[in-house]
Nanobody, 122 residues
């Protein structure tokens, strides 16, 4: 089981940037995927992107591709979400998640961070 602690987020103007962090403790390692999801007002939770912890390979939702970048630092078991060219529609609570399967579906992830608010003002 992973304990995931998020930091970052806040309020930014459209076109600006923010970085989120997700620190993991536990058995993060080979075979694990860590991901970011978000849930906007009155919306379902949606996949943002994910990273294979062992190999560092990443994949993204079309809505953020080219603007968001996921990375990880093995030494401190931390995953990052760098968000550039932010748009008002990116406003949401962002969650990090960890699980044994590469998936875009939230139900495939076992452990979740506490969530952090990102608000993009127009």
């Amino acid at each position: 089981q992973e304990d995931l602690v998020q930091s970052g987020g806040g309020l930014v103007q459209a076109g600006g940037s923010l970085r989120l962090s997700c620190a993991a403790s536990g058995r993060t390692g080979r075979g694990y995927t860590m991901a970011w999801f978000r849930q906007g007002p009155a919306k379902e939770r949606e996949f943002v992107g994910a990273i294979d912890w062992s190999y560092g390979s990443t994949y993204y939702a079309d809505s953020v591709k080219g603007r968001f970048t996921i990375s990880r630092v093995n030494a401190n078991n931390t995953m990052y979400l760098q968000m550039n060219s932010l748009k008002p529609e990116d406003t949401a609570v962002y969650y990090c998640a960890a699980g044994p399967h590469r998936s875009m579906q939230s139900r495939q992830y076992e452990d979740w961070g506490q969530g952090t608010q990102v608000t993009v003002a127009s």
